[in-house]
């Protein structure tokens, strides 16, 4: 079993690192065969992926036509590996940039925007707001000048709803109606994104 030393070294590699992940990233599956985590997608660069199986910590499960090669042997690209030992899915939410915007689902909570996001504090710094789950929210430039420092009261404005600690399960739940913009059709048997089916 893995150490919790190694646990945060599984979540945090594949967390955000898109240059990396633009050629070849491969879906890591926990052993129970689903995805580490939906928020962001469990991917590796394949580097890693490689890495991982010379130290038979993953089994492949489907590869990519590409194959890269040493100076002894060739070997096709992993595209999708899973884990040999189970790891604990993480119960608490980490207060990160990526995953507010994705509580808000990408969008303005005083306008309902899309484009353009930042953060706002609803109760302004200057007036004693901390930086939390409950007090952040994403909000578009234009909605985050109207309201500069003033409190909701003072600014007429009003929250779409209220700012507050995402659940995991919440958390999955919203991830999944956003996939990333690169789905390798081997990862497909994986991943159940909220698509519509057939009755």
Same mark, same amino acid.
């Given at each position: ?86 790891? &604990? ?37 200057? &007036? ?72």
């Amino acid at each position: 079993m893995l150490d919790d030393h190694h646990h945060t070294d599984f979540r945090t590699q594949f967390v955000r690192e898109p240059a990396s992940l633009r050629h070849y990233p491969a879906l890591v599956l926990n052993a129970d065969y689903r995805p580490l985590s939906y928020y962001p997608l469990s991917l590796w660069p394949w580097q890693e992926a490689i890495k991982a199986v010379f130290l038979d910590r993953v089994s492949i499960i489907a590869e990519y036509d590409h194959e890269v090669r040493s100076q002894r042997q060739a070997f096709r690209i992993p595209s999708v590996v899973v884990l040999k030992d189970y790891v &604990r899915p993480q119960k608490r939410v980490a207060f990160t940039r990526f995953n507010l915007f994705l509580r808000d689902e990408f969008c303005c909570q005083y306008c309902g925007a899309k484009g353009d996001l930042t953060f706002d504090h609803v109760v302004p710094r200057s &007036r004693g707001g901390v930086t939390s789950w409950e007090n952040v929210v994403a909000a578009c430039s234009p909605c985050n000048l109207r309201k500069a420092n003033r409190s909701l009261r003072h600014s007429g404005m009003h929250l779409r709803k209220p700012a507050r600690q995402p659940s995991a399960d919440e958390m999955h739940a919203i991830g999944r109606r956003f996939p990333p913009n690169h789905l390798h059709e081997s990862w497909m048997d994986f991943l159940y994104w909220d698509a519509e089916l057939d009755s």
